[in-house]
């Protein structure tokens, strides 16, 4: 998958402040996520993030560039 540092990734399983959105951090054989909602940030191996994406949203869409 073609995910960049910036992009907002939708994921099918909500975290626990109850947002389901990420902002992509790192990208490598781990991603380091932020939550939109609550702030905190996780690093979770590349692999798990890919199977729970739901949509990515690009960091130019989002700005309305």
């Known amino acids: ?7 907002v990734l939708a994921l099918k399983k909500n975290h626990p402040c109850g947002s389901a959105q990420w902002t992509v951090l790192r990208v490598g054989a781990d991603f380091r ?5 609550c702030g905190r940030e996780i690093m979770s191996p590349r692999s798990s993030v890919e199977k ?3 949509k990515i949203i690009r960091a130019a869409e989002e ?3």
Request: a positive charge.
């Open 1 to 7: 998958m073609d995910i960049k540092i910036g992009d």
């Open 33 to 37: 996520l932020r939550c939109r909602g």
């Open 52 to 54: 729970g994406i739901r």
């Open 63 to 65: 700005t309305g560039v």
